[in-house]
């Protein structure tokens, strides 16, 4: 009896449109989105090198030092090119370019000095970024070069010009200590807090469940109630249906994502079981949110769909600071929060390399669903209807 | 009365779940009143967050210390390299210098930082600035502090760095209300006027009124006058919300332009009900709509995530999102912008609007034409 109805649980969800469509057709299209929207923003804001940038240096001198310094710094120490000059004929024509955004800012000569212009700092920018401070020591670099020179020429008879060699140091004796091989993108975040999102609307096809075994609920839960089969043979039938073809449609949008360029790590076989788990904490949320309550179905739909929402969103799947504002402010609910541990194990397992976290945050997803099916089924069984 | 009375009925059944995304809203507020990013028309150095272990604890290690954190963030964290990997993944820290042990006759240190990233070269550079400007100096014959004095004088950059545009001091609190705004009315008017539009739509319910005594044209200015009454009401809600929030900071020469750009994409964001809600279709439907809409209006028009970060392909195809011209236009008026610009691009929403509300109208034209054959 078990197989038929795991069978028949099998068909009514393959049919169950809206079902698809939460759990794959809009995990890609955001999916989709996302990768459209921030797919390069970490290696834009982070890793760009070639900073556009343009040169008018009315000064003779200090045109001729520029050109010397400029071709000692242009290249950064790993190797890529630092900056992509533009010579302008006029400081019109610089700022022009600036302000179109053509270059990121415009070295000019006044008083003698070196100077930089860049522009001012956009209101969703938060301040002066970074590539403005990479702009600003290469002024700053040039301008020490003569300070030291000078004092240099206090004490001793160093021609200042062979100088421009020796304080171009490499930082040889400041070594980089890797600790981690995994990325550093913070936007992968999002990615990871939409497979959340895929997992936890799981629920809803869990209030589904309930729907069809209580009778007080729908025609199809007052037949089974009258039927010979138990109700726990038929509940994990249909449970254990409704996680095979969600966890399906879960692992074909991860797949979807990573051929669009998502990159969720080579840890593939832990990420599967990641998934299956999130995927049933989903679904078990969803059977104990439909067994709750004597509410019409509507409610508890609206309730599911609320609740699966708000936690995204305070894991980070709408703002990724949340998480973080979530774990300086109430740390115990990031543990709590299904949605921040599914999205906190992929952080874990693409970048510590001990396991020692997602088995932690496994066994914790686990112990969230199984106290959600417990109580589901406890508040669930031995129901009796005077009439319906 | 009795259509616009029904109307108001079927959504006061709405409100429960309307107010799911009123707390998002809330918490987004809370959450966000604390963070005021810096914007200045003056150059201030640019500043990383970085935190420093002097394992030598010698002269010279402590005028490095003391020289990186006159330009940078200090940030306090424990020596363990977990806590350090989430800090600097979650962008809470950028670097980490580790000062060794006998730093002053070896000047050996050791980084972590983001592999490849700016922030890491940035730091880098000044690092090594600051030690071959010492050396030199030093070889030169000058004693420690005086080195480290003219260090300090050579490596600054007052007066070097020139700030073109304008700009604001920073971002007010309310930035942020205004910002998340259009998500919220979005999800919300999806959620209530939506839910109420279907059932008028529902095809027995729709033949049911048609039949009624009441006049086709009586029941459509209930039906609009309903329509506006959530809308404004949804809109008129938030201001109240605002209000209770940032009190009369809220009332200003800027803001009033914030307020009237929110209230034209209230009325965009109907217009995109209207249209949804002239087809027949179900709850978990209209709900599928509104997500796909609400979460791809705000991460493509640049609510969730600035346009910054846009590439210049993108920025061009968010500009037939409604949702661009109102974070254009805000930021506008936050940035002190022509005033024409601003209007202009209010101006868009309107079109935006407009052309929303008749698609709506021809929409529920082509249908009744449709039935009556």
């Not at chain 1, 610089?94 to 008083?111: H, P, T």
């Not at chain 1, 300070?147 to 400041?174: E, F, H, Q, R, Y």
């Not at chain 2, 805000?330 to 052309?355: K, P």
Request: glycine share 8%.
């Amino acid at each position: 009896m078990f197989w038929h109805n795991f069978k028949y649980n099998l068909l009514i969800i393959l049919r169950d449109k809206a079902q698809i469509f939460w759990s794959f057709i809009f995990v890609i299209a955001l999916g989709t989105l996302f990768q459209v929207t921030f797919g390069n923003a970490y290696s834009k804001s982070e890793l760009v090198r070639d900073l556009d940038v343009a040169v008018y240096i009315e000064d003779e001198n200090v045109s001729y030092i520029f050109d010397n310094f400029i071709a000692n710094i242009s290249i950064s120490g790993d190797g890529e090119k630092l900056l992509n000059i533009t010579y302008a004929d006029s400081i019109d024509e610089a700022a022009g370019l600036l302000d179109d955004k053509k270059v990121r800012g415009v070295f000019y000569s006044e008083d003698n000095e070196l100077k930089l212009m860049v522009r001012a700092a956009g209101l969703n920018q938060g301040g002066m970024d970074i590539q403005d401070g990479i702009l600003a020591s290469v002024v700053t670099d040039y301008h020490q070069i003569f300070t030291v020179a000078d004092a240099i020429n206090k004490k001793t008879d160093i021609n200042p010009l062979s100088l421009i060699g020796l304080m171009s140091s490499n930082g040889d004796n400041n070594t980089e200590k890797v600790i981690a091989d995994g990325k550093m993108d913070a936007f992968t975040e999002y990615f990871y807090n939409l497979i959340a999102m895929g997992c936890l609307f799981a629920s809803f096809t869990g209030l589904a469940i309930t729907k069809y075994s209580q009778a007080n609920l729908s025609t199809l839960g007052a037949r089974k109630c009258v039927a010979q089969t138990s109700t726990f043979a038929s509940t994990t039938a249909a449970l254990l249906a409704n996680l095979l073809i969600l966890y399906i449609c879960e692992i074909l949008a991860m797949v979807y994502l990573t051929i669009i360029g998502v990159d969720f790590g080579d840890k593939l076989w832990q990420m599967a079981l990641l998934v299956l788990i999130g995927t049933w904490t989903g679904l078990s949320m969803g059977y104990f949110i439909g067994s709750i309550s004597k509410l019409n179905q509507n409610a508890k739909e609206g309730i599911a769909v609320g609740v699966s929402l708000t936690l995204c969103f305070l894991s980070g799947l709408m703002i990724a600071d949340m998480k973080f504002i979530m774990k300086e402010k109430c740390p115990l609910f990031n543990k709590l929060n299904p949605a921040a541990l599914i999205s906190d194990t992929f952080y874990a397992l693409n970048v510590y390399q001990e396991n020692t976290q997602y088995m932690k945050n496994i066994l914790s997803l686990l112990v969230i669903s199984v106290v959600f099916v417990i109580a589901g089924t406890l508040i669930g069984r031995r129901r009796t209807y005077a009439s319906i | 009365m009795q259509v616009y009375k029904t109307f108001l009925r079927i959504f006061k059944k709405q409100i429960g779940s309307c107010m799911i995304y009123f707390c998002i809203f809330l918490g987004l507020m809370i959450g966000f009143s604390k963070m005021g990013g810096k914007g200045t028309d003056k150059y201030e150095t640019y500043s990383c967050k970085l935190a420093i272990f002097d394992r030598d604890n010698s002269e010279a290690s402590r005028m490095l210390t003391d020289y990186l954190s006159q330009i940078h963030e200090m940030v306090d964290v424990p020596d363990d390299e977990k806590v350090i990997q989430n800090n600097l993944y979650f962008q809470e820290l950028d670097y980490v210098l580790y000062i060794e042990n006998g730093y002053e006759n070896s000047g050996r240190l050791t980084n972590i930082k983001r592999p490849g990233s700016n922030t890491g070269m940035y730091v880098d550079n000044q690092i090594a600035s600051y030690e071959s400007s010492m050396s030199a100096l030093i070889d030169a014959g000058y004693d420690m502090d005086s080195a480290y004095d003219i260090t300090l004088e050579a490596m600054s950059d007052e007066g070097l760095v020139k700030v073109y545009g304008n700009s604001v001091e920073k971002k007010p609190e309310y930035y942020y209300f205004f910002l998340y705004l259009p998500y919220v009315i979005i999800m919300m008017l999806f959620d209530g006027l939506g839910a109420v539009l279907i059932a008028f739509n529902r095809q027995n319910v729709s033949d049911r009124v048609n039949v009624s005594p009441v006049p086709i044209r009586k029941r459509n200015i209930q039906l609009a006058a309903g329509v506006v009454t959530l809308g404004v009401g949804t809109w008129l809600l938030f201001m109240i919300l605002g209000y209770i929030m940032y009190g009369a900071v809220l009332i200003n020469a800027k803001t009033i332009y914030l307020i009237l750009n929110s209230l034209v994409f209230t009325l965009i964001s109907v217009g995109i009900v209207n249209i949804v809600g002239s087809f027949n279709l179900s709850t978990q439907n209209i709900a599928m709509i509104a997500n796909i809409v609400g979460l791809g209006f705000s991460f493509l028009g640049g609510v969730f995530v600035p346009m910054s970060i846009f590439s210049e392909g993108l920025k061009k195809i968010s500009m037939i999102i409604p949702t661009y011209w109102y974070v254009m236009a805000n930021d506008g008026i936050m940035l002190d912008e022509n005033i024409g610009n601003i209007m202009q691009y209010i101006g868009i929403e309107v079109l935006f609007a407009a052309a929303f509300m008749v698609i709506s109208m021809l929409i529920s034209k082509r249908k009744k034409l449709a039935r009556a054959e």
